[in-house]
């Protein structure tokens, strides 16, 4: 029997609700501006010049903030299912928001990955999860390998089950399990980044 998959408690495609996470989100999760960090810093080590960025889930712009400001020659394509969650990340980005491009999708769609042209780099923070049970994360690692097409990185960070992590094992994987998920995809090359308050971050590659 197919696995439920587990119904998010909250909707983030409501303004109210979105504007109140986001406000709410790096009170909850202190070190993530560190995690932003290792997310600029594995784009530095792979690229000397202008790249091409995929956020998948990119939410109320964080991450896109960070990377953006401290990469000057990245240009970033931001894709969220929520209308409410990219008004956020257009407020948050200012100007930035120049060198960005808004797609309104869902990163669990079979097709949500096709059309969007050459990709450097793919980067996900924290939203893994979000595709609602574990047993997908295979199927949207495969769709990324696919747009990447044996080039480029892929920088995945989410939360993790187990001890310093979560306690639903149908939702969030382990650590171990997050890194052999994304080998299954076919990545040749899987490295654990950094780990700390629940979060894990992994890249993966075939260059």
Request: some cysteine; hydrophobic content about 45%; overall charge negative.
């Amino acid at each position: 029997m197919t696995p439920l998959d587990v119904p998010s408690p909250i909707d983030l495609k409501d303004p109210q609700t979105a504007r109140e996470w986001a406000a709410a989100a790096l009170e909850r999760r202190p070190a993530r501006p560190v995690f932003f960090e290792a997310h600029a810093q594995v784009l530095r080590q792979h690229f000397a010049g202008p790249c091409r960025v995929l956020e998948l889930a990119s939410g109320p712009g964080f991450l896109a903030q960070h990377v953006l400001s401290a990469l000057p020659e990245v240009q970033m394509l931001l894709l969220d299912n929520s209308l409410a969650m990219h008004e956020l990340a257009r407020e948050r980005l200012g100007t930035l928001g120049a060198r960005a491009e808004f797609v309104l999708c869902d990163m669990g769609q079979a097709d949500a990955l096709n059309e969007l042209g050459h990709i450097d780099a793919v980067l996900t923070h924290q939203a893994v999860h979000e595709l609602r049970h574990k047993r997908h994360a295979l199927g949207l690692h495969q769709r990324v390998r696919a747009l990447l097409a044996g080039q480029g990185v892929y920088v995945v960070c989410d939360h993790f089950y187990g001890p310093g992590g979560q306690k639903n094992d149908q939702l969030y994987m382990t650590v171990d399990e997050q890194a052999q998920a994304l080998r299954d995809a076919g990545f040749a090359h899987v490295q654990r980044v950094h780990q700390e308050q629940g979060l894990v971050l992994h890249t993966a590659s075939d260059a």
